[in-house]
Structure formats: structure tokens, C-alpha cells
């Protein structure tokens, strides 16, 4: 079992930043590939951003790229999502999940534990 707590979420403005964090428990971290997923209102949950177990690689949804920056401390047991030029289309739900699988990701289906999601929200 493992558990994922978020953090960080808020509202900011257009072209602002926001840093989520999610502390993970219940299983030897280091191991497992990390990601982080989003969910606006009325839409699919979707990918946003996976790290590897070392956090040597990383993979990013287009959306994201050049703007979001995901990073592990496996020694805090903690994800990071740093979130800057932040658009009001970035408003979502975002969560953290595990993979417990092999490889990196962005298949929402591939990942085994969610945490409950914090909310970011950006104004225009």
C-alpha cells in the first residue's frame, strides 16, 4: 500500500508560479516511478509529467514542456511540481500517482496509487 499526500495548490495569476508537493509513504519509494496528472471540470483526468526512479528521466506532456519541471528528493520521500508561466488552462485538480510497473509513462491506466489532488487555480 502506499499513500500520496499533495500540496501547493492555490490560486495564482496569469504568468505566476506555484511548487506542489507530494510526500509519499507505505512502500520503498526510491523504486517506483512518479507522476503527476491533472483533471479541469468536465474534462479526462490527463497526463502532465512523469519522473523516473533515480530521477534521471523525465517526460513531459507538450502542454507542459519548457513551463513545468518535475523533480524527486528520494531521501524525503517527495515529488515535486514546479509550475511556472503558469495560463488560466492550467486550472485543474492535479494529483500524484505511483507506477509500480517498469518503465516511464504517461498512460493514466499504468499507475496503481492516486493521491486525493490539490487544486491550482490561475486568473486571468
Known amino acids: 500500500q502506499v499513500q500520496l499526500v499533495e500540496s501547493g495548490g492555490g490560486l495564482v495569476q496569469d504568468g505566476g508560479s506555484l511548487r506542489l508537493s507530494c510526500a509519499a509513504s507505505?512502500?520503498?519509494?526510491?523504486?517506483?516511478?512518479m507522476g503527476w496528472f491533472r483533471q479541469a471540470p468536465g474534462r479526462e483526468r490527463e497526463f502532465v509529467a512523469a519522473?523516473?526512479?533515480?530521477?534521471?528521466?523525465?517526460l513531459y506532456a507538450d502542454s507542459v514542456k519548457g513551463r513545468f519541471t518535475i523533480a524527486r528528493d528520494n531521501a524525503k520521500n517527495t515529488v515535486y511540481l514546479q509550475m511556472n508561466s503558469l495560463k488560466p488552462e492550467d486550472s485543474a485538480v492535479y494529483y500524484c500517482?505511483?507506477?509500480?510497473?517498469?518503465?516511464?509513462?504517461?498512460?493514466?491506466?499504468?499507475?496503481?496509487?492516486w493521491g486525493q489532488g490539490t487544486q491550482v487555480t490561475v486568473s486571468s
Open positions: 507505505g512502500r520503498t519509494f526510491r523504486n517506483y516511478a
Open positions: 500517482a505511483v507506477d509500480l510497473g517498469i518503465g516511464l509513462v504517461a498512460t493514466t491506466s499504468e499507475y496503481d496509487y
Open positions: 519522473i523516473n526512479w533515480s530521477g534521471g528521466r523525465t
